[in-house]
């Protein structure tokens, strides 16, 4: 059987802030033998500008997904964020695509696509999940990441309290309405807390950011982690936190 050729959508926010995030991707997909590729003309989806208000410059990004993404076998995301914004609105901005019908969000393409649960991961802490808005109530990626975090080797996974309150962040919607957005990360932010959890975990990036700066100006010790780089760790290769 020949091995699945997978394109990484590594996402703007991964790709400039968090690479290391996009780096345990295709370690994590290389040992479960797909055959990964990072095409270098890939840019931002689009879904701040669609989110904006503007769709018009959305478009044409969304044809650029397309077209770079066209021959792959699948292509995935570390972002039910941007996962759902190519699966959900690119088809209505540029029509539809095999691009975007096999865009998958890294969860639901381990479980749903691949089959597995156990990918042979090790990570001794103690572990709470958020699941991100967009994962949850547009993909509906639902347990999917519950249930790979459960298999991990080590790991003390914790019921974050009151978890499908968003964290506040949505993007613009932080910018725009700081005050109500902050009075969520506060909300996100004790229930947090509440677990003791060591990390939190996420499949955005972008909701890792906001309540990780959040916990981390209250010097509350917890770190963010996204759940490829949870997955990604071995007892060979085991994830080590950065020196603050």
Avoid at 29 to 44: A, K, N, S, Y
Avoid at 95 to 107: C, D, H, I, K, M
Avoid at 197 to 209: E, I, K, R, Y
């Amino acid at each position: 059987m020949s091995r699945p050729r997978v394109a990484l959508f590594a996402t703007c926010l991964t790709d400039t802030l968090y690479p290391d995030t996009a780096k345990a991707m295709l370690r994590l997909l290389e040992r479960l033998g797909c055959e990964v590729d990072f095409p270098q003309e890939q840019t931002c989806c689009g879904q701040l500008h669609f989110n904006t208000g503007y769709p018009g410059y959305a478009r044409p990004l969304a044809r650029d997904y397309a077209r770079i993404f066209d021959g792959y076998d699948y292509v995935v995301a570390p972002s039910g964020s941007c996962g759902g914004m190519v699966r959900e609105i690119h088809p209505g901005l540029c029509g539809p695509s095999l691009a975007v019908e096999r865009t998958y969000e890294l969860s639901e393409f381990l479980v749903d696509v691949l089959g597995v649960e156990d990918v042979g991961a090790y990570f001794p802490y103690r572990v709470t999940y958020h699941p991100t808005c967009h994962s949850l109530r547009m993909l509906g990626v639902g347990e999917k990441p519950l249930r790979l975090l459960r298999a991990v080797t080590g790991l003390e996974l914790v019921e974050l309290p009151q978890a499908e309150q968003c964290c506040g962040f949505g993007g613009t919607f932080a910018l725009k309405n700081a005050e109500t957005s902050t009075a969520m990360l506060a909300d996100k932010m004790r229930s947090v807390q509440d677990t003791a959890a060591q990390v939190l975990t996420a499949g955005d990036n972008s909701c890792l950011m906001h309540i990780g700066g959040g916990l981390s100006r209250l010097r509350t010790g917890v770190r963010t982690v996204h759940l490829a780089e949870i997955l990604a760790s071995t007892k060979e290769e085991p994830w080590a936190p950065a020196t603050p």
